[in-house]
């Protein structure tokens, strides 16, 4: 999410690779391994366009309205969550370290500063209050803080964290 509201919140991928993923079983069910490798390519390379198209639209985002790009620093995510076959799934098909890259080199190219951040707690803490605390997402994707009542959606929080955190390290 970015700092003036817009969503890059994923469905179309999600809903195109669960939709591949159907597809890779029932080839495989009937022996069509050729066919599966054939379409891990072009699924990698639609993963890549959209990576591309994302990247471009941040990065315009950004020049125009002469701000700065922070993101998570990812390294290391797959070790530090645990979920469903499902969400590991979705998780290794969206290639999060390409799309940052993309954004590194168009911004350099733009001239647009990328500041990443330790991504730690940024989703359970009150950007109002500042109380950290794993209650404060009962539910998945909305916050509310178990301190001072704020709530809203749990990405948009995340986001005006992660800001925060770059304001901090930029020494604004």
Known sequence: MLSNNIFFDGRQIRWRKERWAERRKALQRVGRLSRVKKEAGRE???????????????????????????????????????GSKKF????????????????????ALQGVPVIYVDPKETSK???????VS????????W????????????????????AARALDALGA
């Open 44 to 82: 990698r390379r639609w993963v890549r366009y959209i990576n591309h198209c994302i990247s471009r639209r941040i990065v315009e985002i950004a020049k125009a309205e002469s701000k700065a790009i922070a993101l998570e620093n990812l390294l290391g995510i797959r070790e530090r969550t645990k």
């Open 125 to 131: 803490t009150c950007p109002k209050c500042g109380n």
């Open 143 to 162: 916050f509310k803080c178990t301190k001072c009542g704020y709530q809203s959606d749990a990405d948009r929080v995340g986001a005006i964290n992660i």
């Open 88 to 107: 590991n799934r979705m998780m290794s098909g969206w290639n999060l370290r390409e799309l940052a890259s993309f954004i590194e080199y168009k911004a």
């Open 134 to 141: 794993r209650y404060n997402r009962k539910k998945q994707g």
